[in-house]
């Protein structure tokens, strides 16, 4: 028997969101899609306080889209504050962030910079907490390969990958949210480690694309940032 839970996912709408709302609801659950097209801004403050009123569990999914209203550290650092706020007010007893593996070790990426400060608004709260970083999803490695895409040439770094698929994601958090808090840091990732090489080598077959070429580049970047050989991917206990 499913004992029902309220459950609020805000920025349920996305990506990962909108599939975490489904697979609850599913299971039974009572469970509202709260973002800014249902009324609900995270960075304004707007309509919090109506769509946590009665929740139990509150899932962040949240993420800043094209255009952005502001920077990352000032989006994650305003809103996170925002739904903190609006969390401790409704009397929320479980407070579950979707975050990434390795945010710690790209000091180079002001997004993940971002992302540390937001787990650690969290973390410093009352809340009780469950954090879920995960590697990057399988769906956006075509949008990594394009990043690096420099005429007809691919200029990878020369590190590792590990990409999981966004339903696996949505299936985790979907199960945390459901559970007890944890208070700690879970890390997930896909089946296969693979370097980047190998990866964009996968994206060019699938896409059928034989005109570029694969060229691992010390000085490539992720999005900008500088990778050691294993920051994007879970770390040794």
């Known amino acids: 028997m499913v004992v029902v839970v309220r459950i609020v996912v805000v920025g349920g709408t996305g990506r990962i969101g909108a599939r975490v709302v489904t697979l609850l609801r599913d299971q039974g659950h009572d469970v509202a899609a709260a973002s800014r097209s249902t009324g609900v801004d995270a960075l304004s403050g707007t309509g919090l306080a109506e769509a946590l009123s009665g929740a139990e569990v509150l899932v962040d999914v949240t993420n800043p889209r094209a255009p952005a209203p502001a920077s990352p550290m000032e989006f994650f650092t305003v809103g996170t504050s925002n739904l903190v706020e609006a969390a401790l007010r409704a009397g929320i007893g479980h407070y579950v962030v979707l975050s990434i593996v390795g945010i710690d070790l790209v000091p180079d990426s002001a997004y993940y910079r971002a992302k540390v400060v937001q787990e650690r608004e969290v973390t410093a709260s009352s809340l009780p907490s469950s954090i879920v970083r995960a590697t990057q999803f399988v769906e956006f490695t075509d949008a990594i390969v394009d990043s690096m895409t420099d005429g007809r040439e691919v200029r990878v770094p020369d590190a590792v990958i590990q990409p999981i698929p966004a339903d696996d994601v949505?299936?985790?958090?979907?199960?945390?949210a459901t559970g007890s808090p944890t208070d700690t840091i879970l890390e997930i990732a896909g089946p296969s480690i693979l370097t980047f090489e190998q990866m964009a080598r996968e994206v060019l077959i699938r896409?059928?694309?034989?005109t570029l070429r694969v060229v691992v580049d010390s000085a490539a970047r992720y999005f900008g940032a500088q990778l050691a050989s294993r920051s994007l991917i879970p770390q040794p206990s």
């Open 170 to 176: 949505a299936t985790t958090l979907a199960r945390v």
């Open 207 to 210: 896409r059928g694309d034989a």
